[in-house]
Each structure stands twice: as C-alpha cells, then as structure tokens.
C-alpha cells in the first residue's frame, strides 16, 4: 500500500509522519534528510523551500503571505548560506535589492535546512517530492472555520482535530512520545498536515517558473 510522506524541520534533524490509504501511519526523525526520503512513498510533501532565486522573492511565497501572513516566511534564496551572520546577509539584500528585501530571524535560522533540501534536490526528484506550507494546509482543512492562532492552545487543539478527522488518529499519543527527540509540537503536527498534503492535494501557489537548476517554485496545500 503506498505511503504518503510529510517532512518538517526542527533543531536537531527533521521528522517525517506518513500515511498510507488504509490509515495506517507512524512517524519517524533522523538527523539527516536522506534517510527519511529514502522511506518508501508515493509522494511526499516537505516545509521547506524547494526552487530557489538568487535575488528577489518567489512569485509562491507572496501567494502563500497574501492568504496566511507571516507564518510564510520571506526571502529563501540560494546564497543565504554563503553569508558569515544575519547581519551580513541583510546589508547584502539591502544593498543590492532594497528596503525591505532582507531576511527574518525565522528564515536565516533554517538556512541549513534549506540548503540540505537544495542539495538533495533535483528536478527528476521533484516529480514525486514537493513544497508545502502548513498554515495553508489547515486553513483549506478548516474551510469556514476561522483558526486561531498556532502557537495558542486553542489553535494547536484545531489543528490536532483537523488531523484527527484527517487520519492521524494516534497524534495526541505521538505528541506525548517526542519528549527526549527534539521534537517540537509543532513540527510534529505540521509533518502530519505535510502528509496529508502529499496524500491529497494539487493545488498549489506559484507557477511553473523554474529556477536556474531547472526546480519548479510551487507551494502545495
């Protein structure tokens, strides 16, 4: 039975949840990508860049802002690793780009991450492995359900629901079970909603704009 793959992020590696179409699922963390990926599935789902600009914003993330805010983080671009502090890269970005054009905190924080997903990427990988966001993801789940915010309990109960109704009936065990990994509630929760998205979304911000290693900029909810 095939497997659908979601993939987060966090300080210490990354956590992948997967799915298969009889609701079996578990999940898994490693603290290198490769591993993960090389988990059988039919399609995965990451939250991370995937395509990348040398200068300017992706046409993906200003969809994905203009429908969640800021959770979509702004400026992933392929030399934000090449640069000694945060403080360095925004003087560049300024510099050469403009007011406005720097990165946060939260983007130069997982700039490791983005280039590990850009080195293993490749475009015949992306046919079976693509971006997702999260926020996105659950906004579509909720519908006319307005969604409090993530970080509040409120908000993390919603999107626990949401999962739930969705398949991943054993998260509110799983999240008991992270203690000692590393892995934040969040990023558990947010591989879940990744899978989910690989299990059964086409629906994408972006375009078919390649970059210039041929990987399409899209962002699928």
């Avoid at 603290?31 to 789902?45: S, T, V």
């Avoid at 307005?146 to 109960?157: M, V, Y």
Wanted: aromatic residues 10%; proline residues 4%.
């Amino acid at each position: 039975m095939p497997n659908y793959l979601g993939l987060d992020g966090f300080r210490g590696g990354w956590v992948a949840a997967w799915i298969d179409e009889l609701g079996n699922h578990s999940f898994d963390y490693s603290p290198g990508l490769d591993r993960l990926l090389c988990l059988p599935h039919k399609r995965a789902m990451i939250d991370m860049p995937i395509g990348l600009k040398i200068a300017g914003h992706r046409t993906c993330d200003i969809r994905a802002r203009e429908l969640v805010g800021a959770a979509v983080f702004m400026g992933a671009r392929r030399n934000i690793w090449t640069f000694l502090d945060q403080a360095s890269a925004n003087q560049f970005y300024w510099q050469h780009e403009g007011p406005g054009m720097g990165v946060s905190c939260q983007l130069w924080n997982i700039r490791d991450k983005i280039k590990e997903v850009d080195d293993f990427m490749t475009p015949e990988r992306q046919a079976k492995i693509g971006e997702a966001h999260p926020e996105l993801i659950f906004q579509k789940l909720a519908g006319p359900i307005n969604l409090e915010r993530k970080k509040s309990a409120a908000g993390r109960d919603q999107r626990i629901e949401l999962l739930v109704k969705q398949g991943f009936t054993k998260i509110a065990k799983w999240l008991t079970q992270r203690y000692g990994t590393g892995i934040g509630r969040d990023d558990l929760i947010d591989a879940c909603a990744c899978a989910i998205a690989a299990r059964d979304s086409n629906t994408f911000v972006g375009d078919d704009e390649p970059d210039d290693r041929g990987l399409r900029m899209r962002i699928y909810y």
